[in-house]
Every structure is written in C-alpha cells, then in structure tokens.
C-alpha cells in the first residue's frame, strides 16, 4: 500500500515551501509516500518560452531564458543547503541544464522544433525540482530515493498531450515502482512527464502532474492520492474569480470531473478517472496549511447540493452552422462533427434546432480550415471571444425548478447557448467573456443563497 502525495508548482516555488513538502512527506513515511513533484514555480513557462524564442532563431533570448532557469534553481539550492550544495545534486542539476542550453541551442540553429523536441525542452523543470528534492530528503536523513517516471509512465507518441497507457503502467510499476515504496522511505519522481515505449520523453499537457498522480496511485492501488497545492480545497468557484468561495468537504468524482472539464485549474480534467476506476479517493490540500479545510473527492461521496460548485472557461468560439437543405437528413451532424474530428477540435457544448447546430470549440481551433470544409454545405457564423459557465451539483437535474433558478440569477447577461441534460450534474451557459465574471459571481450569490 502507497500514498500518493503531489505538489504543484506554487507549493515547491521556495526552499521555505520544499521544506515544508519534506516534514509533510515525513508524516506520511508509514504510508510509503510516493511523491510526485512539478516543477518549481512558473518554470515550465519559462521552458516553453525559451523553446519558442529557440524555434525564431533567437538563440540568445533562449539562452537568456535557461539562464534564469539555472539561476533560480541555483538560489534555491543555495536557499536549501547553504555553502554545502551537496556535490550530487550539483552535477545532476547540471547535466539536465546543460542538455537543455544544448538542445535550445539546436532548435535554434535548425529554426525548427519538432514537438518531440519540445517535450524533451519541458520536461527539464520536473527533472530539475525532483533532483532539489530528493537531495533535501537526503539531507534530511529521510530514507528514499529519486525516481525517473519515464521508467514507468508509458505513452504514446503524441507529444505534447501524449495518451498514457495505463495496463502498461500498471505493469512497469509493479515491476519498477512497487519494490520501492515502502514504509519509512519516500520515493520521489516526476509530475507531468512521461516516455514512449522506445524511451523517448513526452508530457501529458499542461497541468499534467495531477493526471500523473492519479495514474501513479491507481498503478500501484493507492490508498489515496493526495493533491496539495494553494488553496484549501475545491471551492465553490474559483476564489480569484469570487473571493467569498469557500472549500466544498465532499465531492463526488463526477462532480470534480466536471468541474475541472469546465475549467476549475485547481484540478487536471483527466485526473479523476484512473483513481476513480479503482475508488482511490483523492483529496485537495493546502501546502501551506496542511491542518487546515480540504476536499475529498471520492466514487460514493457527494456534494448533496443541487447547486454545489461553479466552474468557467474562456475564451471559447461559438459557431452556429445553418443548412435548410441538409439538416434534416440522416447522418447529418455524423458529417457536420466528422469535420471537426479531422481537425482534431473537440466540441464542448452543442444545441440543436430544426435548421442549425450551434456549438463551441477551443478557441485556437483552426477556423479557417474549418469554414472552408463546411461552408459549401452549410452558412457558418462565427462569435469569437465566448466563455462557458458552468453549475455542477449531483442533485440538479432531479431538483425542480433549478434550471429557472439558474436563468433567473443570470438577469441581464446575454445567455447565447444553454446545455443541460447530457450529464445529469452539469448546466452549462454561453455568454461574451465580458460577462464571465459578472455571471460566476451572480450564480455564486444563487448557490450560496439554496445553502442557507
Ligand atoms: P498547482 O500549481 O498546485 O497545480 P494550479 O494553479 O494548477 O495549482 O491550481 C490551483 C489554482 O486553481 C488555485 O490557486 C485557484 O486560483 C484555481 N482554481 C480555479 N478554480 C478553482 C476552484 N473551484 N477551487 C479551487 N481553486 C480553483
Ligand atoms: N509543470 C507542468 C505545467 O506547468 C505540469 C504541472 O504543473 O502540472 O503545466
Ligand atoms: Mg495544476
């Protein structure tokens, strides 16, 4: 039996923080503490955009982005360990730096990055936070040890969102992972990366380390996977958009899978399903207040509301498609959405009337493209710069009157696409982005209100 504990990159940002992960990590020593690690602050971002300055040929601005990178990992060992920055770690941080100023260095050269390339680019901040850490549970004389991930977490090759394959991972960890985690030691390894069967590296998407986490604790039957990061828990709504939400105790999967879907960062949307096929329960948690409120998601819980939690997403493009001559026929909107698979843009919310489709897409879908395959049989208007809001609760479709409660909080924002039904737990709105925050802020006022 393991524990999965996973920090996020605010939570391993400082040496103050990475200390406080190692005595959390500590505590969990009789659980056989996995823990999986992000990489430090807004690192991945900076590893990002130093392979995008690489890939215009700028080599010294990627130079000058990886510098920065090898200087805050620098302080932050200088930060843990003093003048004593154990020998180990120094050349470990070394070589995965100097393999990334060489591979920015090629890309910058060709001008060219290969989505392989980029993979191999971001996945350095995970290598580089995991080295720190495993260093300061050494220096800590904590029994355990640094694990690469890429040992177990099987993918394919679909670089920078590459699918795992879990009977795969299921099968390594048992042979590579199991073994070590025992208790009394704390393996450490890496969030967010992965590699093909030949051994080349992938990432799972960005905020990925969640998914690991969960894939990491299903492989190895956790007993639960713990998500720490920088709030108390899943709230009510995302407390940067509504500063009165407040951390929901119990959360069914389906509940938090919908809301990290919708656009609740707090979770990775894939995150839930391989622990919830194994009722692994997975709680949020806060690093910097480990006593404190937190969110247990688990198969049988449930939030008990009709209203329970707001989530929303933006910006996303609303496109109505019209066909007079089409519509009606079978196999219709089998064609219309065979379109948008051959362009690989997914489809979060669709509505249906006699003569039109509307639906939305990411808002980086390539419309052009798009336009051009369906415009010779259909009219397509095109509403750039939507969000989707939207209201999850275990309890909202049998509720009565819940929907019009819904319309009614919404007032004077233009609602331009409504979904409901498809998931018993989900109602979805589509207004301008403009409205979003007005919107999640009125329907949090409704939720809290069904509360009282
Ligand atoms: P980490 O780096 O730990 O993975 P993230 O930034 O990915 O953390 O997710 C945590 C953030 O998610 C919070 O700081 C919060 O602003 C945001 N968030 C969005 N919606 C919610 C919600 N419903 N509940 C909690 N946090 C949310
Ligand atoms: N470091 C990765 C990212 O920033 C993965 C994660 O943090 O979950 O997207
Ligand atoms: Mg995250």
């Keep these: 039996m393991t524990r999965v504990l996973k920090f996020g990159g605010s939570s391993v940002a400082t040496g103050e923080l990475l200390k406080r992960v190692a005595a959390l990590a500590r505590e969990a020593l ?5 823990v999986v690690l992000s990489a430090t602050g807004k690192t991945t971002d900076a590893l990002l955009a130093a392979a995008r300055a690489a890939e215009r040929g700028d080599a010294v601005g990627a130079r000058e982005l990886a510098l920065g990178i090898r200087a805050r990992h620098a302080a932050l060992a200088r930060e843990l360990f003093g003048d004593d920055v154990p020998a180990e770690l120094a050349l470990a941080l070394d070589g ?19 989505a392989r390339s980029r993979d191999a680019i971001a996945s350095t901040g995970e290598l580089l936070s995991t080295r720190l850490f495993a260093a300061l549970v050494a220096r800590e004389e904590l029994a355990g040890e640094w694990f690469d991930v890429r040992r ?15 009977a795969r991972i299921r099968e390594l960890c048992a042979a590579e992972l199991a073994p070590r985690v025992r208790p009394g030691r704390v393996v450490v390894t ?41 709030v108390e828990g899943v709230y009510t709504a995302d407390p940067r958009i509504v500063p009165e939400a ?21 979770l990775h949307p894939a995150t839930i399903q391989p622990a919830t096929l194994r009722r692994i329960p997975v709680t949020v948690r806060h690093t910097a207040k480990p006593g404190g ?13 009709p209203l329970a939690a707001l989530a929303s997403r933006s910006p996303v493009t609303l496109l109505t498609v019209t066909s007079t001559r089409m519509l009606d026929q079978a196999g219709f909107l089998a064609r219309l959405f065979a379109v948008f698979g051959r362009f690989g843009a997914s489809i979060d919310l669709v509505a249906t009337a006699e003569v039109s489709v509307s639906l939305t897409i990411e808002a980086d879908a390539p419309l052009v493209e798009l336009c051009a395959e369906l415009e010779p049989f259909a009219r397509i208007d095109v509403v750039p710069d939507r969000a989707i809001v939207a209201v999850v609760g275990e309890r909202l ?5 819940s929907a019009a ?30 409205d979003e925050h007005a919107l999640v802020r009125r329907l949090h006022a409704l939720l809290e209100s069904a509360r009282a």
Excluded: Y
């Design 397 to 401: 479709k049998r509720t009565r009157g």
């Design 293 to 305: 409120r937190f969110t247990t998601i688990r198969a049988e819980a449930a939030s008990g509301r």
């Design 405 to 434: 409660r819904v319309l009614a909080a919404a007032g004077d924002c233009h609602v331009e696409l409504i979904s409901m039904g498809a998931s018993e737990i989900n109602l979805s709105l589509v207004v301008a982005r403009e």
């Design 96 to 114: 995965e730096l100097s393999a990334l100023e060489k591979r920015l260095d090629g890309v910058a050269m060709l001008g060219e990055l290969s």
């Design 246 to 266: 407040r951390p929901i105790p119990e959360l069914s999967f389906a509940e938090a899978a919908e809301l990290a879907a919708f656009g609740a960062k707090v």
């Design 190 to 230: 890496q969030g967010f990366v992965g590699a093909t069967e030949h051994g080349v590296t992938t990432t799972l998407g960005r905020g990925g380390s969640d998914w690991s986490a969960a894939l990491l604790g299903a492989a190895l039957d956790a007993d639960e996977v713990q998500i720490w990061t920088d």
């Design 152 to 166: 177990v977490l099987r993918t394919d090759a679909s670089f920078g969102s590459a699918e795992p394959n879990e």
């Design 30 to 34: 009789p659980h056989a503490p996995l």
